[in-house]
């Protein structure tokens, strides 16, 4: 069977395909963040701030809310407070809740409600400065966040058999009358739990993000023209030649690049 990561990853492709996820889910990331990838795992390596770099926050664009079902696999049925319904197993009658069934192994339910995205204004300038610290210090292996996708809250269950299911206890009088898939989210508990894989229940979570790097073309370009770097550069900073600063703020595409998710380690560890 699947791992978690690959049930997950597999499931919020198809809409967030040129984002990179976090993972684990708990991971909470912001703009600026710095991330440096070696040995095939992505690890925190600080912020821009700490390398002096300064960016300006765009104003955040609402996603609203995001619903994954892996193939119609999974089954959703609520109850009302008050009521008994057919099923429910752990929750009293004054509960209101869900219960979520799976009809297959490897399956997904994702909800996350109210995204808002959020990200770097001036390119141009991040470019400059980047370029700045790839002559003193920085590498290809260095990414920085430079788009985040938060979430007010979010849901995921996978399912590690053909019978798995979940009973979710809704926050009190969620949704009522009418109780959709959006009260899955923010003051839930999971009540009881048969044969799932991945169970996480969460507020304030960041699901999604871009990171940029500089290209590693711009890298073979300047060890060409001005030779590889020199033990101690940065130390005694040499400055930067201004052709360099000039191409970045003239065609900062050409020096920096989004990183695809294609390229997202499949083993990622931001908590080491």
């Known amino acids: ?22 993972w684990p889910l708990s991971r909470r990331l912001a703009l600026g963040d710095v991330l440096h990838q070696v040995n095939g795992r992505i690890r925190p390596a600080g912020t821009l701030a700490d390398q002096g770099v300064p960016f300006t926050r765009r104003r955040g664009t609402q996603h609203n809310s995001y619903t994954y079902d892996t193939q119609g696999s999974a089954t959703v049925r609520f109850k009302t407070a008050g009521t008994v319904a057919d ?26 409600e109210g995204l808002t995205e959020t990200g770097v204004t001036d390119e141009r300038a991040l470019a400059a400065h980047l370029v700045q ?29 053909t019978d798995a299911s979940a009973e979710l206890r809704l926050r009190a009088g969620a949704g009522q009358p009418q109780i959709g898939l959006a009260d899955l989210t923010g003051g839930v508990s999971l ?11 969460s507020s304030h979570p960041t699901p999604f993000f ?19 770097p020199q033990p101690g550069r940065g130390a005694a900073p040499v400055p930067v030649p201004p052709l360099l600063l000039e191409e970045a703020q ?19 560890d931001l908590d080491a």
Request: charged share 25%; hydrophobic share 45%.
């Open 87 to 112: 099923g429910f197993t752990a929750l009293a009658a004054a509960d209101v809740g869900a219960l979520v069934t799976f009809r297959a192994s490897g399956s997904a339910l994702v909800v996350y």
């Open 133 to 161: 610290l790839g002559w003193e210090k920085w590498d290809d292996s260095l990414y920085a966040v430079t788009q985040v996708v938060t979430a007010v809250a979010g849901t995921v269950l996978t399912s590690a058999s």
């Open 191 to 201: 009540a009881r739990s048969k044969s799932l894989g991945l169970k996480w229940i």
């Open 210 to 228: 871009r990171v940029v790097r500089l290209r590693k073309n711009w890298f073979q370009k300047v060890r060409t023209d001005y030779g590889p």
């Open 1 to 22: 069977m699947k791992d978690e990561y690959e049930i997950y990853r597999g499931a919020i492709r198809g809409t967030w395909r040129d984002w990179w996820i976090a």
């Open 250 to 268: 003239d065609h900062p595409e050409a020096v920096v690049e989004t990183v695809p998710a294609e390229e997202q380690p499949l083993f990622t």
